[in-house]
Nanobody, 127 residues
Framework: HVQLVESGGGSVQAGGSLRLSCTASGTFFSIYGMAWYRQAPGKQLELVATITTTGSTVSADSVKGRFTMSRDNAKNTVYPRINSLKPEDTAVYYC?????????????????????WGQGTLVTVSS
């Protein structure tokens, strides 16, 4: 069982910044790719950014230049930060991770991938 717990959401005025976090916990072999998505009211889910185990990030055009993300592999935690927030950044932000699950079958290790989602954290930006 793998869980993602997000924190750091809240209300902020336009131009401000917010630092979120997402921590993976539970039983898994490792966490590799992690990502953040967001869903604004009445809109589809949007991929905001991804980060690899080595810390390489790719962000969407909508946040490029305003979004940074770091990763602490020892804590299985990522820390996205959005600067120069705009009202259109208002959304529920979801953490996503690819977990590697290790099992044993007849003494042989087997590895499988599991996609996990967090419960979401609301970010509200007022003008």
């Amino acid at each position: 069982h793998v869980q993602l717990v997000e924190s750091g959401g809240g209300s902020v005025q336009a131009g401000g910044s917010l630092r979120l976090s997402c921590t993976a916990s539970g039983t898994f072999f490792s966490i590799y790719g992690m990502a953040w998505y967001r869903q604004a009211p009445g809109k589809q889910l949007e991929l905001v950014a991804t980060i690899t185990t080595t810390g390489s990030t790719v962000s969407a055009d909508s946040v490029k230049g305003r979004f940074t993300m770091s990763r602490d592999n020892a804590k299985n935690t990522v820390y996205p930060r959005i600067n120069s927030l705009k009202p259109e950044d208002t959304a529920v932000y979801y953490c996503n991770a690819q977990a590697v699950i290790k099992t044993q079958k007849l003494g042989t290790p087997h590895y499988s991938s599991l996609e996990v989602w967090g419960q979401g954290t609301l970010v509200t930006v007022s003008s």
